[in-house]
């Protein structure tokens, strides 16, 4: 069966950093594109950045570019999201997602 378990969330100033880790098991990771996504109580669910399989440039939300880098360790099923100039803005939940598949969240709070 399908998990993923997101850790590295926590509390943090603006302008510090942040690692974000997510644990797969249960499927070939290799196979799929793998996503994080953040959420805000109230709001929907945003896409922040997703890494493809095959090598391709990853994807990011405008507001995180430049600031934020997912990378995936095919060898350990993980996968990591390096969060570096946090501002308050990216206070959320965020969440490691494949498909239709998504983690219990690691909440992630920028002081200011």
């Known amino acids: 069966q399908e998990h993923l378990v997101e850790s590295g969330g926590g509390l943090v100033q603006a302008g510090g950093s942040l690692r974000l880790t997510c644990a797969a098991s249960?499927?070939?990771?290799?196979?799929?594109?793998m996503r994080w996504y953040r959420q805000v109580p109230g709001k929907e669910r945003e896409l922040v950045a997703s890494?493809?399989?095959?090598?391709?440039?990853?994807d990011y939300l405008p507001s995180v570019k430049g600031r934020f880098t997912i990378s995936r360790g095919d060898a350990k099923n993980i996968l990591y999201l390096q969060m570096d100039s946090l501002k308050p803005e990216d206070t959320a939940r965020y969440y490691c997602?494949?498909?239709?598949?998504w983690g219990q969240g690691t909440q992630v709070t920028v002081s200011s």
């Open positions: 890494i493809g399989n095959d090598g391709a440039i990853p």
């Open positions: 249960g499927f070939d990771f290799t196979n799929y594109v």
């Open positions: 997602n494949f498909l239709n598949h």
